[in-house]
């Protein structure tokens, strides 16, 4: 089984070996070469399959990890730039036992590997947390192990927890328990696949106490972690904004009448009220970003906190000094001060964070929405053997078992991943694979939990529970994917590092140049931005104008910006993508994914369905001797003994053209691999009991029936009417290729040689039936290709790419298919392991290259190329290697891959054009460049552009909400492809 749940009952390069599971989210940080010798084993077993049709199982992986390195997630609150994360990374990374840090900005989250023998995740959160951040160790699932917490009532003594205790661990399953008697509460390890989480509250309730589910364990959500961040600056403006008003009242007042209050000598009535608000905000409102600021200076690194903390002190500081200078000399003015920097600073920045959280929030929508399907409860049945329901209830959907019974209502959502077992709906998947019109379920399809179901009652069986479940698999992938970074990102990282250095050294700078010119030739100074002010004396001209400048600077520069340019967008087209169906594993695929030149198609199972049908059943023999349905009949159950996908695919049209579900008998059954089988059939009057084939049918999909003349391109004519014979007989039967039927000793005519190789011409498999020794007709099948390749192809085509079919069939089936789509270039008998190969040779030419495909021999070639795509439906190896999963088996999601690359990159560069803007050209502003001209910045105005900055790139990012799948037009009638060249 695939990604979804989707069985691919034939896939010539899919190893036929995958078992059902999920993807491997962490692959995402594997280095390519970890990955490709993970694949190594699996390509070895199926190495000769594609070539052979011959099925190969998988050997068994076994994983090799190192007990000492381990690998823990951290869930990081508190970071607001670039900054942060380059604190966070370097500190980190400088501690004993650590191997690797990557720590994202916008997931707020922290991944840490390290050795195990060394440190430990309690003591990397205590590190992190004494850095100034808020710190949760995530608990990381492990196979089949989850946790369990509850709460447990009754307990009165030690003895209780004893027995607690004692109860659970000699079950089969569960791992640990611990019991807590002062909390009343219980965590409980568990292997999922040999008990569950309902059989444990069980065994609590039957030794006499009450448990319930502990939901105040769970660990909070995206939405939930923003409005803590969101409320936090809300308050923190609210705070700053109550000193803040007063400040500006004053200045504008006193600015406008132009009056000057003095109190005493050297304190005017205007300073006076700027001391009082300044001072509470200093102190109250700016109490966060001193604290911020102490814990990121005492591990001798500086961030944002530290810029701000030095504007606002320098400026209190030095306002207060030179109001006690006048004041002691008993000045008759009072002097110019910078009272009025700290409240407005703080109040700008505040809200500037609180609107840079808030669309940080929006960001996040398309996961929180995904992580919001995930229902609360589930009706749990009892059944008969009938399928009929004798008992149901509501349980949490968190004690959902594998193999439960579920009742779905119409309008209900299904709860968790399963298999239908009665009844028959449609299921709305929009928000999870992006299909928008509603997908037909009946007995034997498998759903997925989050969809809606529409309109009919569904009985499923729990398949896949909690971790282990589509929806918590999609979610994890995107959690991880926003936590990688892309190439890009790096660049601004660096930047971030060494930014707020650089702005306190440039601070300084400016300081001391303007003092240096000041003090030099005083007329530099540009007198007329101080208005009202007297000044006495030249060196307070200078100190007051040059003080005012390098705080300016300190004020307007910002990395926040430039680190919030490439996640926030990274973010919401990662979202974007999964709202479409398309699974993008971080920010190197999503930014490499514009730059391919050449994109390569597996054939079996991505350019086509990957599951052979039956193209042409034809008759050697007169219809009055034996009919179309008995020649369906006898070979359909001749086949039925055969697990090659070729003789599946012979079953399933004959069932689908005689609608039946059963099959005759078959008896002395032996297939010998690469020719053929013989067996005796009987009982086949069971077959015909349906209405008779008219009109001549051999093919028949949803409820379409085509002639053979049709099928075949061939006017044939056929006769309307088959007389069907339902006397008893038994049948001695032949299929096979050429060899087999000669090896029986039986003659193939030109006639029936010419219909063969005008099969085979056209890429189909032909296969001859003789009954009781004599050759009755023959049989063609193929696997066909998807109605949308060639669509997809001239799309791709029309972007400027070139396009490549790999494939490991012939190359009579390779030329033929590659003709049919329109590709041009063909590798054609390419072996699983030599597809890698051909991905590095053109690679060599400079190209950056794609790899679309859905198997196991598909794996490393996926690893090797600049991106690669996997097709959801395909085997979860695959799946795994693949830098982008598209979960509807729709080859135009391909080019919408690529274009909403384009999109998300375009928009990167736009959010580092703000950040740039702001930066280079407001710091030189800011530091009086422009002040012989006029234009000069005070404090505040600066800390309001530096809060626009960073708003202005999250909001650019939220642009990417309203990306659209583009509507590529209809495929236009075109001439008819040249021959391909096969290579």
Not at 8 to 37: H, P, W
Not at 607 to 621: A, D, E, Q, Y
Not at 649 to 663: C, D, P
């Amino acid at each position: 089984m695939g990604f979804l749940g989707i069985s691919s009952c034939f896939s010539s390069n899919s190893g036929g070996g995958a078992s059902y599971g999920g993807i491997e989210a962490s692959t995402s940080a594997r280095s390519q070469e970890e990955r490709l010798e993970m694949m190594d084993k699996d390509v070895k077993a199926t190495s000769n399959f594609e070539m052979s049709g011959q099925y190969a199982p998988l050997p068994p992986q076994e994983e090799e990890e190192d007990d000492m390195e381990k690998t823990c997630n951290l869930n990081v609150q508190g970071m607001t730039c670039a900054s942060c994360v380059n604190t966070i990374e370097t500190q980190l990374s400088k501690q004993p036992g650590i191997y690797n840090v990557l720590v994202s900005l916008m997931g707020q989250r922290a991944e840490v590997k390290y050795n195990a023998q060394i440190t430990d995740p309690n003591t990397i959160a205590s590190f992190i947390f004494d850095m100034g951040f808020d710190v949760d160790i995530l608990e990381e699932r492990r196979g089949g192990e989850e946790t369990l917490h509850l709460l447990i009532g009754g307990m009165t003594c030690a003895s209780c927890v004893s027995t607690i205790e004692g109860k659970l661990s000699s079950q089969d399953g569960v791992i640990s328990a611990s019991v807590a008697l002062a909390t009343q509460q219980g965590s409980i390890k568990y292997d999922s696949d040999k008990i569950g989480a309902r059989k444990i509250m069980e065994l609590i309730e039957g030794a006499g106490f009450e448990c319930s589910l502990n939901t105040d364990q769970n660990h909070a959500t995206i939405t939930s972690q923003h409005k803590k961040a969101i409320r936090k600056w809300r308050n923190s403006f609210l705070i700053s904004l109550i000193f803040g008003l007063p400040v500006m009242i004053t200045m504008i007042y006193f600015m406008v009448s132009k009056k000057v209050i003095i109190i005493i000598p050297g304190l005017s009535l205007e300073n006076l009220i700027f001391f009082v608000c300044a001072t509470c905000v200093q102190f109250l409102g700016g109490r966060y970003f001193y604290v911020q600021a102490y814990k990121s200076l005492k591990h001798g690194v500086a961030n944002m906190d530290v810029l701000i903390t030095m504007a606002t002190t320098i400026a209190y500081t030095y306002s207060v000094v030179v109001v006690v200078v006048a004041i002691a000399r008993k000045d008759p003015y009072s002097p110019m001060t910078f009272f009025d920097t700290p409240p407005m600073l703080l109040v700008f920045i505040s809200l500037g964070r609180w609107l840079e959280h808030i669309a940080k929030a929006k960001t996040s929508d398309a996961l929180s929405k995904l992580m919001s399907l995930q229902p609360t409860e589930a009706t749990l049945v009892t059944v008969n053997d009938d399928m009929q329901i004798l008992t149901d209830k509501q349980i949490q959907v968190e004690l959902v078992q594998r193999g439960d019974y579920l009742r779905v209502l119409p309008g209900g959502k299904i709860p968790v991943d399963g298999r239908v077992v009665d009844g028959s709906s449609c299921v709305d998947e929009s928000l999870i694979t992006g299909e928008s019109m509603p997908v037909v379920k009946k007995t034997g399809s498998n759903v997925i939990g989050g969809s809606i179901n529409t309109n009919g009652n569904l009985l499923i069986e729990a398949t896949h529970v909690g971790a282990e479940s589509t929806l918590a698999q999609i979610v994890k992938l995107i959690q991880d994917a926003q936590t990688s970074k892309a190439p890009i990102q790096q660049i601004a990282d660096k930047i971030s590092g060494v930014f707020v250095p650089s702005i306190l050294l440039l601070s300084i700078t400016t300081l001391g140049i303007w003092m240096a010119l000041g003090f030099t030739d005083p007329t530099r100074i540009p007198v007329q931005n101080h208005g009202k002010v007297d000044y006495s004396s030249e060196t307070q001209l200078v100190l007051s104008f040059s003080f005012q400048v390098a705080i300016a600077v300190l004020a307007i520069a910002c990395p926040c910006a430039l680190g919030l340019a490439t996640p926030t967008a990274v973010m919401v087209g990662t979202g974007v993508g999964a709202q479409n169906g398309i699974l993008i594993k971080g920010g190197e695929p999503l930014e490499m994914a514009h730059k391919v030149k050449t994109i390569i198609f597996d054939k079996t199972g991505t350019i086509t369905r990957g599951v052979p049908r039956v193209m042409l059943t034809k008759l050697f023999i007169s219809q009055d001797d034996l009919t179309e349905a008995e020649f369906l009949a006898i070979c359909g159950t001749a086949e039925s003994g055969s697990e090659h996908p070729l003789g599946q695919a012979i079953v399933t049209h004959a069932k689908e053209i005689l609608n039946i579900q059963t099959v005759g008998k078959c008896a002395d059954f032996k297939a010998e691999m690469g020719y053929g089988l013989s067996c005796k059939v009987s009982n086949i009057e069971i077959m015909l009991q349906g209405p008779p084939i008219a009109n001549g049918v051999s093919h028949q999909q949803s409820g379409q029936k085509e002639d053979m003349s049709e099928l075949n391109g061939q006017d044939e004519e056929i006769e309307p009417d088959i007389v069907v014979s339902t006397d008893p007989r038994d049948y001695e039967v032949l299929i096979g290729n050429r060899a087999w039927i000669t090896k029986n000793n039986l003659e193939i005519t030109d006639e029936m040689d010419a219909a063969l190789t005008a099969q085979e011409r056209q890429g189909q498999t032909a296969v001859l039936v003789a009954i009781g020794g004599v050759l009755v007709g023959m049989i063609a099948i193929a696997d066909t290709v998807k109605p949308e390749a060639s669509h997809v192809i001239q799309i791709l085509k029309g972007m400027g790419l070139e396009v490549v079919l790999l494939t490991g069939d012939n190359k009579i089936t390779a030329e033929t298919i590659a003709a049919q789509v329109g590709i041009t270039k063909v590798f054609a008998q390419v072996l699983p392991q030599n597809k890698l190969e051909k991905v590095e040779e053109i690679q060599s030419t400079g190209q950056r290259v794609a790899m679309v495909g859905d198997g196991v021999n598909d794996s490393p070639a996926l690893v090797q190329a600049d991106v690669g795509i996997a097709i959801g439906t395909g085997t979860d190896v695959a799946v795994e290697s693949g830098d982008i999963v598209l979960i509807k088996n729709d080859l135009l999601d391909v080019a919408t891959a690529i274009h909403l690359s384009k999109k998300t990159v375009q928009r990167i560069r736009i959010n580092f054009f703000f950040a740039c803007i702001f930066n280079g050209v407001g710091i030189p502003i800011a530091a009086g460049v422009l002040s012989p001209v006029g234009v000069l910045l005070q404090p505040w105005m600066a800390s309001a552009a530096m809060a626009l900055s960073s708003v202005s790139v999250v909001t650019s990012s939220l642009f990417l909400k309203f990306y659209k799948k583009p509507k590529y037009p209809s495929l236009e009638a075109k001439e008819k492809p040249s021959k391909p060249a096969v290579v």
